[in-house]
Nanobody, 118 residues
């Protein structure tokens, strides 16, 4: 079965860094656009970063531009989110998401908690 498993979340001080990783299995990973979403308590889930299947085009939410970087390894079937200069407002559950233009398949990971606090 298809699985997206996030890891790397935790507690970090403001200004610190954290690297999230999503490991995919059970799908043709190289055909999928991968995204990172986040959802803070009481707020709507939002896209923070996306990388297309080819890996050369990346998009970021305005709130994280210049601080976050998304990358993928199609051989390892992983997508990472490097988060630098973290702010308290970055605190949220972060989710890995996969979609492909070649089918209606869409998949979500279980989420990993990121807490930015002094």
């Amino acid at each position: 079965q298809v699985q997206l498993v996030e890891s790397g979340g935790g507690l970090v001080q403001p200004g610190g860094s954290l690297r999230l990783s999503c490991a995919a299995s059970g799908l043709r990973f190289s055909l999928y656009t991968m995204k990172w979403y986040r959802q803070a308590p009481g707020k709507e889930r939002e896209v923070v970063a996306a990388i297309i299947s080819g890996g050369n085009i990346r998009h970021y939410a305005d709130s994280v531009k210049g601080r976050f970087s998304i990358s993928r390894d199609n051989l390892k079937k992983t997508v990472d989110l490097q988060m630098n200069s973290l702010k308290p407002e970055d605190t949220a559950v972060y989710y890995c998401y996969a979609e492909t233009p070649y089918s209606d398949q869409k998949y979500w990971g279980q989420g990993t908690q990121v807490t930015v606090s002094s």
